[in-house]
């Protein structure tokens, strides 16, 4: 029981932090992004080719950090895939997002969104191979941290949660004591009117796609880093991260941080009852229940 | 030659049976702007609906109720359209992203439940043990696959008179009136809701009716026929074909299904031996591009919608004179 829920606690901050950035575009521009969670592939691949390329120039890199199995080329790695990741995001919605949006239609952007997933997700399994994948080759046993109840927990899963944590804290002191938050939050209220403040909406729309994908790729390497990397990773965190959105409300920041946890602890809690194949089709679940209980989510607000 | 002609019959039928489920399609996303992102589990509704209610008895999992065929076929149309209106009366008051992510859960749902319920519908195996109708008339070669494309077309043929008369109909009017300006429509009393909602269930009946002929064709249904790649090929289909449009929706699946069915065939014989893995990948990201490439450049679809004024503001008399 205490297992599962810290299971999904772990698991809950990596949603987390895929789902405020998904939260963010679809607020800002009124679409389903079906190709978010490729981001977080995108991140996960970009951290393993930059671990490689750290390792090999500079040797001693290659050494752990304490007891984790996370080296300091990956942990610089991740700051790295954080950025590309942040630009694949601009790029992809400059060569088609965008150019959809112009031609109308918020529909057809869901659209383009499932078609751009599509091409990514299968791009990076002919480039990296449709086999596993994993950041450190050594096993990484999991501390016993009581005994009754009976919890096991890997290092790298509390530096995940940690460092989870530890971002959403740094964008939530962007988002309430800087000039940049209260823009963001203005275009999020009321675009025309924050615009006739001098706010300009595409920079705003660049800076949401930087930082949605930065998120997305940490989430991509935590998830990498305590299960495993594949080209399908994408695929199998859209629908819980889709779930966190509509619990927190669609379009609201603190939502989706909080969805997130609670997807992860549902799931997880589930499986008591449930076996566990049945887990893929747990967030399902979760958007029903609230669907039915609260259709506007935690925070969100009405809007048709 | 009877090669020849008996695979572009077997051709034939797969892209005639796939056409359906793009006319229902069609009516969800042409003609009332409902995203459907689930299309592959209503399709499989049908699908298992129609073995499950007409297939001969199964040890270990439901089934075998061996129906007369027309009836496991409408059990199976059925169950789609339940499905539609469940996932409709939960989503379809809210944003439009809720119903796109709720159909899409839906499909995620439905694999799933499909690959692990084996007291439901035989689990990963599938299901077998059906036995195609009038099969002991007809025996099991050329003569019963071609009558086979003949009931399809026929079926085909039916749906497409039906959405005619359907969106020609008033309640057609109401659909595209919805689709262009839902505030606008409302606020002339009609219930947008409710229209909406019966448009998701219809379509979603028509798709249903694609996989129960899809089941009854293999006879034969797996997890494995019901992923997500499907929903993918069916909207290829109608971006291609041009949505809104029921003669393109028809010639967009019969092109998009010889371009898949080409491309893969092209692979599997000229791709080298060690791509041999990564040639579904390839072909997945031809038809990401064909997505993207289609809303990109020709959103309308090779054969767009004709806009049509359904009553002109003129007096009767005047239209009568000219």
């Known amino acids: 029981m205490i297992q599962h829920l810290v299971d999904g606690i772990l698991v809950g901050s990596i949603l987390s932090l895929g789902a405020i950035g998904l939260t963010m575009a679809m607020h800002m521009l009124r679409f389903a992004n079906f190709s978010h969670a490729e981001l977080l592939s995108i991140g996960a691949y970009c951290a393993l080719v930059f671990d490689g390329v750290f390792k090999a120039i500079y040797a001693p890199l290659a050494a752990a950090i304490g007891p984790l199995s996370l080296t300091w080329a990956l942990a610089l790695a991740i700051v790295i895939s954080m950025g590309i990741t942040g630009g694949s995001a601009i790029l992809i919605d400059r060569l088609v997002f965008r150019r959809v949006r112009a031609k109308g239609g918020e529909l057809s952007m869901v659209f383009a969104s499932f078609g751009v997933a599509m091409i990514i997700r299968n791009v990076l399994g002919l480039m990296f191979g449709l086999q596993v994948q994993l950041y450190s080759k050594d096993i990484v046993f999991a501390v016993v941290l009581s005994q009754d109840p009976f919890l096991l927990v890997k290092p790298d899963q509390i530096f995940s949660l940690v460092a989870a944590l530890i971002i959403m804290f740094v964008f939530h002191l962007v988002l309430s004591r800087t000039t940049f938050g209260y823009s963001l939050r203005a275009v999020a209220e009321n675009p025309e009117l924050a615009q006739v403040s001098g706010i300009s909406l595409i920079r705003m729309i660049t800076l949401i796609w930087i930082i949605g994908g930065g998120l997305a790729a940490a989430a991509g390497v935590f998830y990498g880093l305590t299960n495993q990397v594949n080209p399908v990773l994408g695929r199998d965190l859209l629908l819980p991260i889709f779930a966190a959105t509509i619990v927190g409300g669609i379009g609201s920041i603190y939502g989706a941080a909080l969805g997130g946890f609670l997807v992860g602890i549902a799931s997880n809690l589930a499986l008591l009852i449930l076996p566990s194949g049945y887990s893929p089709a747990m967030p399902f679940l979760i958007i029903i229940v609230v669907l039915i209980l609260r259709p506007t989510g935690l925070f969100g607000e009405e809007r048709h | ?322």
């Open chain 2, 1 to 322: 030659m009877i090669g020849l002609i008996s695979y572009l019959v077997f051709f034939s039928t797969v892209a005639a049976i796939l056409s359906i489920a793009v006319l229902g399609l069609n009516l969800q996303w042409g003609n009332s702007g409902l995203f459907n992102g689930g299309v592959v589990a209503f399709f499989g509704a049908g699908a298992y609906g129609t073995l499950i209610l007409g297939g001969t008895s199964q040890a270990g999992h439901l089934g075998g109720y061996e129906l007369f065929y027309p009836l496991a076929l409408l059990g199976g149309m059925a169950a789609a359209g339940l499905m539609a209106w469940i996932v409709g009366l939960l989503t379809i008051r809210l944003r439009h992203d809720y119903l796109a992510i709720s159909t899409f859960g839906v499909a995620v749902a439905f694999e799933n439940l499909m690959r692990n319920a084996e007291g439901l519908a035989g689990g990963a195996q599938g299901l077998r043990g059906f036995e195609r109708p009038l099969h002991a008339w007809l025996g099991d070669g050329f003569i019963y696959n071609a009558c086979f494309l003949v009931f399809v077309l026929v079926l085909l043929i039916a749906t497409y008179k039906f959405l005619e008369v359907l969106i020609r109909s008033p309640f057609g009017r109401l659909l595209r009136a919805i689709r262009e300006d839902e505030t606008a429509a409302r606020s002339l009393g009609k219930d947008s809701a409710r229209i909406r909602l019966t448009s998701l269930i219809i379509g979603s009946v028509i798709i249903g009716l694609s996989g129960g002929l899809y089941a009854t064709f293999y006879a034969f249904i797996s997890p494995q026929d019901v992923l997500p790649i499907l929903t993918f090929q069916i909207w290829a289909m109608l971006i291609v074909g041009g949505a809104g449009n029921n003669r393109g929706a028809v010639a967009g699946a019969f092109l998009i299904w010889a371009a898949w069915t080409a491309s893969g065939w092209g692979l599997s014989r000229f791709a080298p031996l060690e791509m041999q893995l990564y040639t579904g990948s390839i072909q997945f990201i031809l038809i990401g591009l064909v997505i993207v490439g289609m809303l990109l450049w020709r959103p309308q679809g090779l054969f767009p919608e004709k806009l049509v004024v359904s009553q002109s503001g003129r007096p009767k008399s005047e239209i009568n004179r000219e």
